[in-house]
């Protein structure tokens, strides 16, 4: 049986050319592509994949948010985050999202299809560079024991985080409402509880501490 792939990635071409490249193969299909995390949650929700490749820096539900909420939601799919960020914030927070595998966009599609193959046989999946990141960042956890008391993960909570990306990426109060099918006055609430708990009183820094934690970025 086919392995059904989900195609997550904000750059239309990225999606058509990996969909063109995935379903040469012959133990591979994509079923459906997102072009961001609310509309790849959505999509698994619908079709139950096997596996998402999930882009971690897209608009409205960065890839680490969309992670959390398809393991929470869709438990039988798994994620192998495709990035072009080699930056442990973004490879810690898909992997304690319930990413199955990390790669870095610049990987040849024989490692991608390996990658599928092995995270789908129920296994992880690190490339050579994402894997050194990674076990640098764990020793250094074990010798600087405990949560980072400032880490956005440690601080917010997932709804102040969903948030928190949409006003850094520009979104109005009454769009950010309208996108999460919830009041003006809530968001004003959780906006004011994101200023008061990092001690920001201004978007433009609300906006370079999303980016900072890889929450979006710039180019996202």
Do not use: W
């Amino acid at each position: 049986m086919a392995i059904r792939v989900i195609l997550a990635d904000d750059h239309q071409v990225i999606r058509e050319g990996l969909r063109n490249l995935i379903n040469d193969e012959t133990d591979m299909q994509v079923l459906a592509e997102a072009k961001d995390g609310r509309e790849a949650v959505a999509l698994c929700q619908e079709h139950r994949p096997d596996l998402v490749v999930m882009d971690v820096a897209m608009p409205d539900l960065n890839g680490i948010e969309a992670c959390r909420q398809i393991m929470a939601e869709v438990p039988g799919t798994r994620v192998l985050a495709l990035s072009m960020h080699a930056d442990k914030q973004y490879a810690a927070g898909m992997l304690s999202a319930g990413a199955s595998g990390y790669l870095l966009k610049d990987c040849a599609f024989n490692e991608l299809a390996e990658a599928i193959r092995v995270i789908a046989g129920g296994r992880t999946y690190l490339s050579d560079e994402m894997a050194g990141v990674v076990v640098k960042d764990y020793v250094q956890r074990l010798t600087e024991p405990g949560d980072d008391p400032d880490s956005v993960f440690s601080v917010l909570t997932n709804r102040e985080r969903e948030v928190l990306q949409l006003v850094a990426e520009g979104h109005t109060t009454k769009q950010i409402a309208s996108m999460l099918h919830v009041s003006v006055k809530t968001i004003e609430s959780h906006r004011q509880n994101l200023m008061d708990k990092l001690e920001i009183r201004s978007v433009a820094e609300l906006t370079k501490y999303a980016i900072r934690e890889g929450l979006t970025s710039l180019d996202a």
